[in-house]
C-alpha cells in the first residue's frame, strides 16, 4: 500500500514538474543574437549617415548596413517559422495536458485506493446494511409492537452503539413489560455511557439484586470507580466474577486499581493508578504497555515526561497538568 501511495505522491510531483515546465522558459540561445529593435535602431541611423559619406568610410556603413538587414533577416524568418510552426508550441500544451492527465490519475488512484485502507469502503458497506437492519427492525417493533420486537429493536441498536436508538427501544420494552431486566440493566449501561454515572449506579444496584445476568455488575462496578467509590466498585467487581463474568483478566486489573487508588497515600500514585495503571499493572509490573518498575527509563525523568505528554507508537499521548506530571515522576521513581 506504501508503494502506491509513493507512487501517487510521486506521479503528482512529476505532474506538477512537467505542468510548471512553461513557466520555467526556453533554454536562451549562446551566444546571445543581437536583439532586433537594437539593430533596427541602428540600421535607421546608418542610412542617415550612409547619405553624407563617402569614399571607404560609406562602403564600411553600406556593410554594416547589409549585416543588420542579414541579421534582421534571419531574426524574421525566425519568427515566421515559429509562427508557422504550431508544432513547436505544441509540446507545452501537450505536456500540460499530460500533467492535468497526470493529477486526474492521482485523484483517481487516490479516491479510490484511501479509502479502502482502513476498510472504509467495507465499512460503509456494512454501515448501509447495519442502517436498513435496524430500520427493518424498527418498522416491525412499531408494527406489532410487542416488547419482544422492541427488545430485538434495542439489542441490535445497542450492539452497533446507537445509545438513542437503544435507550428509546429500551424505555418501549418496559412500558410493555415492566419486569423485564435487560432493558433495565441496559438502560443503566447506557446511562454510564452517557457520561451520567450516578443514574447508572442507581438502576443498576437496584437491577443487578436480581439479574442473573452479570453484565450489569461490570458496569455497576464503572460507575461506582467513576464517581470514585472504589470501595463499592471493587464488591460490584468481585461479584461479577464470582457469578462467572466473561471479562475477566481487564475486571482483575480494575480491581487492581481501585485498590491501588484506596491505599494511594501520595498524589502521584492516584495519578498513575487513574491514567497508568490499566496498561503498566497496577505496580508497575507491565501488561499492554512494558514493565515500568525498575525500568531504566525512570532515571530520565524528561523522557518519560515526553512519553506521557506525546505518546509512542501505541501508547497514547495522556494529557496531565504539569502539578499531576510532577507528582507521578516522583511517584515513578520510587517503583
Ligand atoms: C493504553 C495503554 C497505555 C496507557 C494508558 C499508558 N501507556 Fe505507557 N506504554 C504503553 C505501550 C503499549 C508502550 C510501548 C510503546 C512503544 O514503545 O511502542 C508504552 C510505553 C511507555 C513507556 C516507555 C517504556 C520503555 O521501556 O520504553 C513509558 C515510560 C510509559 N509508557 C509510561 C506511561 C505512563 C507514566 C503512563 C500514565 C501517565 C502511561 N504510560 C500510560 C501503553 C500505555
Keep these: 500500500m506504501i508503494l502506491v501511495y509513493l507512487a501517487v505522491i510521486g506521479f503528482f510531483l512529476l505532474a506538477l514538474w512537467v505542468m510548471l515546465a512553461p513557466l520555467r522558459g526556453a533554454p536562451r540561445p549562446f551566444p546571445e543574437n543581437p536583439r532586433p529593435e537594437e539593430l533596427r535602431v541602428e540600421l535607421e541611423a546608418l542610412k542617415r ?42 509540446p507545452a500544451w501537450g505536456l500540460l495536458l499530460l500533467a492535468a492527465g497526470g493529477i486526474a490519475l492521482a485523484a483517481v488512484l487516490v479516491h479510490y485506493t484511501l479509502p479502502r485502507l482502513p476498510g472504509g469502503a467495507v465499512t460503509e458497506a456494512l454501515a448501509v446494511e447495519e442502517a436498513k437492519r435496524l430500520k427493518e427492525l424498527l418498522a416491525k417493533a412499531e408494527k ?34 415492566h419486569k423485564n431486566l435487560k432493558a433495565y440493566r441496559r438502560y443503566g449501561m447506557i446511562l454510564f455511557f452517557a457520561g451520567r454515572p450516578k443514574e447508572a449506579a442507581e438502576i443498576l444496584s437496584v437491577v443487578t439484586r436480581v439479574d442473573p445476568d452479570p453484565e450489569g455488575l461490570l458496569f455497576l462496578g464503572n460507575a461506582y470507580f467513576q464517581l470514585g467509590e472504589y470501595e463499592r466498585a471493587i464488591a460490584a467487581w468481585k461479584e461479577y466474577l464470582s457469578r462467572g463474568g466473561e471479562a475477566r483478566e481487564r475486571v482483575e486489573g480494575l480491581i487492581q486499581t481501585a485498590e491501588a487508588l484506596l491505599r494511594a497515600e501520595n498524589p502521584g500514585e492516584i495519578v498513575y493508578a487513574e491514567k497508568c495503571a490499566a496498561c503498566h499493572g497496577a505496580k508497575g509490573e507491565g501488561g499492554i504497555g512494558p514493565k515500568l518498575a525498575q525500568n531504566p527509563i525512570l532515571n530520565a525523568p524528561e523522557a518519560v515526561a515526553e512519553i506521557v505528554r506525546n505518546g509512542r507508537g501505541t501508547m497514547p499521548a495522556v494529557p496531565l497538568t504539569d502539578k499531576e506530571m510532577a507528582d507521578l515522576l516522583a511517584f515513578l521513581k520510587g517503583l
Design 49 to 90: 549617415e550612409a547619405k553624407e559619406m563617402s569614399g571607404p568610410e560609406r562602403v564600411r556603413i553600406l556593410k554594416r548596413i547589409a549585416w543588420i538587414e542579414r541579421e534582421l533577416g534571419v531574426a524574421r524568418e525566425r519568427e515566421a517559422e515559429r509562427a508557422a510552426r504550431p508544432a513547436a508550441r505544441l
Design 144 to 177: 406489532e409492537n410487542t416488547p419482544e420486537a422492541w427488545l430485538a429493536y434495542a439489542d441490535y441498536a445497542f450492539e452497533l452503539r446507537d445509545l438513542e436508538r437503544a435507550a428509546q427501544g429500551y424505555t418501549k420494552v418496559i412500558e410493555l413489560d
